[in-house]
Each structure stands twice: as structure tokens, then as C-alpha cells.
């Protein structure tokens, strides 16, 4: 059952680990330049007999110091996530990839990257994070990096079968700094970029395939770097979803699912309440409803 190692305690060991030893590297399962068995780098979301109709969906954490702790609460509240997505036909058959970004210019460790997964293995590879908990005064991180590999490095049953688009979730406070072939190469193991490595070209590229939801966390470097206006600049004001409490990620990925594929704003609410309480479906909510209000009346 997903969240089993948060209930228990023992979570995030292999961070420990990284931390005892001093290797600072990705662990294999998550490792971005790892090949599969084809001998090709590519993560996949495919149907299957029991998961037909898969969603694929990507949730991206920022492990610098100012955001690592919020895989530790998306993990406790996994059983919340999947009860919504499954037991309230939020989404069909969701598989999950689960992804770090940081900052390639002076992290060790600036992209993780799993497989899709649709059960307790989701648990594991949040548990196989290593949370760097790096960046630095450079005014930025370089989630372009997850953005990029997203682009190039996945494919899905919905996309080729269904022409659907799948669902990536950014949790990001700070904007982007720029990065470069070297970085590429470097952390994911290609010897020339796919495409374009600015800012919008990546921007651009990832949400041919993938509906991004920049799920920006509200606090004083977002203000100060006017991170909403840089996001908003690259995939539009209905990407944009300002988050006041990272305790209610879970809930808000859960329902941004459920109000793209159809649900209304008072049932999401009323299925928040029933599995997470009043108070985190009246702050998912309050996101939703922002996001809403900004679409009516753009700038």
C-alpha cells in the first residue's frame, strides 16, 4: 500500500545513505543516464491487461534546501493521492513517474528521474531520493533539466494510442538559470542536445506531450525572483497554480487531475473533505479557485 513507509518511518533511507557514505550520486533506479534493458534512456508509461487505459503522470520536487521537505509529505499522503485518482475515478489506471531537479550549475545531483510506476514501487522510489538539499545565490534552479528529459526521454501509451497528453507537475519556487550541453551531458548521458536548451524551446518542447502544472509555492523568493510571471511567460496562465501550504501537495495534484478530466469544483471539494479533511479542501480550494480567477482576467 502506497505511503506504508512514511506510516512506518523508516522512509528516505537511501538519502541516509548517500549521507553516511559521502557518494553524492543518484541512486540506480532513478539515476538519469541509466539505460534499460533495450539499451536505451527512456522512461515509459504503457497499457497493459490490467492498466488498460493508462495516465501517465510526472510529479517533479525541487531538492534544494529551501523545498526538500515537501517529497516527505507527498509520501505520507500517497494513500490520499490514490484514493482520489482510483476510488473517485479521478484519473484512469495513473502510473507515476517520480523526479528531483536542482540546480546543474553547482549541485551533485541535479536530476533523479524513476520509471512510471502504478503501485507500491512509487513508495520506493520516493524512499530512493536523495534529497541534496543544494542550489545556491544564483537567483534560480535548473528545472529545465526535468523539463528537457520529460521532451526526450519518455514515452506513453496515452500519447501514441490516444493522442492524450499526460499530466507533469512542477513544484517550484524559484525560476530558471540557463543550462548547457555540458550539463546535458553531464547528468542525463546525451552527447549533443535534442533540442533547443533555452528556456522557452524546452517550455515548448515538454508541453507537446505533457500538461504542465507549475505548482508554484507562494513564499518570499517567489515574490522577491517574480517566479509567477516567469512561468506564466513560458507555459501560460492556466499552467500556473500558486500554492500557500506544501503540506496539501498530494491533494492539489489529486484534484487538478480531477478538474481536468471533468470533475466539478464542489465535488472535488466534498472528496478533499472526506479523505484529508476540511481544512486542506478548503486550502486546495482557495488554489484552484486563483487559478481559475486568473484565467478569467488575464493580465
Not at 58 to 80: E, Y
Not at 225 to 231: D, G, H, P
Request: charged share 25%.
Amino acid at each position: 500500500m502506497t505511503g506504508a513507509k512514511a506510516r512506518r518511518g523508516d522512509t528516505f533511507g537511501y538519502d541516509a545513505t548517500v549521507r553516511q557514505t559521502g557518494r553524492y550520486e543518484a541512486h540506480p533506479d532513478l539515476d538519469p543516464a541509466r539505460l534499460n534493458r533495450a539499451g536505451a534512456n527512456i522512461r515509459e508509461s504503457r497499457d497493459s491487461d490490467e492498466h488498460p487505459e493508462s495516465t501517465p503522470i510526472i510529479v517533479g520536487f525541487d531538492s534544494t534546501g529551501s523545498m526538500g521537505s515537501v517529497p516527505r509529505i507527498v509520501q505520507a499522503k500517497l494513500k490520499t493521492l490514490f484514493w482520489l485518482l482510483l476510488d473517485k475515478g479521478y484519473a484512469s489506471d495513473p502510473q507515476v513517474a517520480i523526479a528531483t531537479y536542482g540546480d546543474a550549475t553547482c549541485d551533485h545531483v541535479p536530476l533523479q528521474f524513476s520509471q512510471f510506476e502504478s503501485d507500491n514501487r512509487i513508495d520506493e522510489n520516493l524512499d530512493n531520493l536523495f534529497l541534496e538539499g543544494g542550489g545556491g545565490g544564483n537567483d534560480g534552479e535548473t528545472s529545465q533539466l526535468l523539463l528537457y528529459y520529460a521532451a526526450y526521454h519518455t514515452a506513453t501509451d496515452a500519447w501514441e494510442r490516444r493522442h492524450k497528453r499526460g499530466y507533469l507537475f512542477l513544484i517550484a519556487d524559484e525560476k530558471q538559470v540557463p543550462i548547457s550541453a555540458k550539463h546535458v551531458k553531464a547528468v542525463i548521458g546525451d552527447d549533443e542536445p535534442l533540442g533547443d536548451l533555452s528556456s522557452p524551446a524546452v517550455a515548448k518542447a515538454v508541453a507537446e506531450r505533457w500538461a504542465v502544472r507549475v505548482l508554484l509555492i507562494t513564499n518570499g523568493t517567489a515574490l522577491y525572483q517574480r517566479s509567477q510571471e516567469f512561468y506564466t511567460h513560458l507555459f501560460g496562465a492556466e499552467a500556473i497554480v500558486p500554492v500557500q501550504d506544501p503540506t496539501a501537495i498530494a491533494e492539489t495534484i489529486a484534484a487538478l487531475i480531477g478538474y481536468d478530466e471533468g470533475r466539478d469544483l464542489d465535488t472535488i471539494t466534498d472528496d478533499l473533505a472526506t479523505a484529508a479533511g476540511g481544512k486542506v479542501a478548503t486550502r486546495v480550494e482557495q488554489s484552484l479557485s486563483t487559478r481559475a480567477r486568473a484565467l478569467a482576467h488575464p493580465r
